[in-house]
């Protein structure tokens, strides 16, 4: 025993020694690393244009949960069948800031973490471009896609020569209602009636909740300034307080409106599918909804490059959209799919609104805007809005 | 065996955990560090290293709450799961005879599925209109028009039900160790059971409390998951601070920082509570101790 004793007692400060060596020798090696760099900021690497040629190999592509076909018959293997390439597709993308943040120390070094597409939402796809992470599109090699696009995405604000993004599928964020437990649901307003105290959810994404409430209080959200912004924020800090908020949520309103733990919430238009209740329905608020586009991208360093561009074309096609657009329940971005359905006898979703919305259906409706101003302006809105989600 | 391959030996044992402790503790420490120490925004030019110090500070402003949240929430959790800990372990260990391998089994089969589908069968379990909570407003713990669901209740009942494993099984084992004709020892010397549980089987299985209350503490309070899935708005705990501020608000200095001080923060706790339930408990000298 005591001769054990001795032993740690005499080794215990070489250990010490041994293991501050280590630490200094760490230091030290990363020091001659990138110690004093900066972090992010961009890559500086110039333009890249998505380069064509033979269509073969293998390409991974990221996209939202529920944005495919299923099936042992679906798009993706479709497109297997059609062009031998073999398609490795994830659904990795929950949240346009999530999937950003994770990737983005790989984008900075010009990678893509193996992915040749991801989708990401307007404002996102935008964000990466102005930092340097996506190729931009020669036009000429996507001749599919810019002969199906419908006319109103064709100049969108935040890529009017759609230079580096392909519209995946559109949407709405409206309300989402449980018609038997608050019919009298309407306009974005009418959530934060106290006899809907402990019922409601809003989205956690800023670009949604926020815009949605300047329309209801009959403010131009693409024209809103930022203390216009904050004071909808502080609104909404209010209703967390008072209790009248329940939570915060990307897609998994869908289970609480399922349960009916929820009976009304800002929700997306397609999302009606996944929730398995038939009381619940997508609504158009009185004053307008919030439109938005997810958008294929090609990042830098995306390996594959030619099947990704056919990728983008095949979906383009109106037969293979049709099939996609049947199961996602968006609104597609492509031409005479509506055509595809009428002559498959399938009226009901030619005629679905949610799918093919009619300039009259959306005629109150804004494109999903920023906030206003400098980044610096728009990181205050996002950090206030943020404050009130960890409140 | 010469000297001084001998003296060698005791290195070599250490060599793969002190090589693992390095790459993935020391390591991702140092990047965090100097992290915390940089100032920008990832939209103007990135971050550069400038020794900011105000970051720690910045960080902890506006989040106060948050973290006497967590702390409040996991020591809660620590209290219950150790409440219902402590009588389970006490009889799988001496009361369950033949049945003591099924029983813990059961106290480990859970985690057969992972941590986040747990966690969302809860949700599903505790919805507003499910027959627990039915139950549980009949019996009058949830008031006729109150939830379950989306309350600080919820994520403390969510962090109670995912550690207790952490707290059954080393209490189990220190009980499992002891010798129980020390408890008749004490009652052949007129000791009543309550006593001789306060004054025999308490200390000797004080080893197991401690080290499963610090097995259930301690990932409690960095937890995020519970409060993200089964919390409403207003439980937010600092696990889920650092995660808005580096993936929502992309502050990653004030994010590191954040680490950094809740780190400190569980540091001193369990230091406090070391110091008060003696580190020799810990160390499992219980020997020295009878």
Redo the contacts between chains.
Sequence with gaps: MSNATNTTRVARPRVVLAALLAVVAVFAIAACGDGGDSVGGGSDSGTEVAKSGPVEGEITISNWPGYMDTGSRNTVAEFQDKTGVKVDYVEDVNDNAEFFGKLQPQLEEGKSGGRSIFVVTDWMAKQMYDLGYLQEIDHATLPTVFDHLIPSLERPAFDPDRKFSVPWQSGMTGLMVNKKLAPGVKSVNDLFDPQYKGKVTVLSELRDTIPLMLKADGIDPSKASKQQWLDEIEKLGDAVDSGQLRRFTGNDYTQDMTNENVIAAIGWSGDTSLIENPDVEWRMPTQGCILWSDNMVIPKGAPNTPAALEWMNFTYEPKVQADLAAYIQYVTPVTGVKEVFEQQGKTALANNPLIFPSAQFTKNCTTQPDPPGSAEDQQEVTNAFQDVITG | MNGARRRLV??GL?GPG?IWL?LFF??PM??MG??AL?S??????????TWEWSNFSDSLS?HEE?LVRSFLYAGSATLIALAIAYPLAYAIALRAGRWKLLLLFAVVAPFFTTYLIRTIAW??IL????PAVDVLKFLHLVPEDG?V??TGGAVIAGLTYNFLPFMILPIYASLERMDVRLIEAAKDLYASSTKAFIKVTLPITAPGIVAGVLLTFIPAVGDYVNAL?L????Q?MVG??IQ?????????PEAAALSFLMMAAILVVVAVYLRLAGTGAFMGEEEEAK
């Design positions: 005791p290195y250490l002190a390095v020391v390591v140092y990047y100097q992290m940089r920008g925004s990832l939209a103007t030019g990135g971050f550069t290293f506006g948050q949700k599903t919805a507003d209109a499910s939830r669901l989306a899935l919390g409403g708005t207003g937010a889920n601070v808005s501020l580096y993936l929502q608000q992309r502050d990653y």
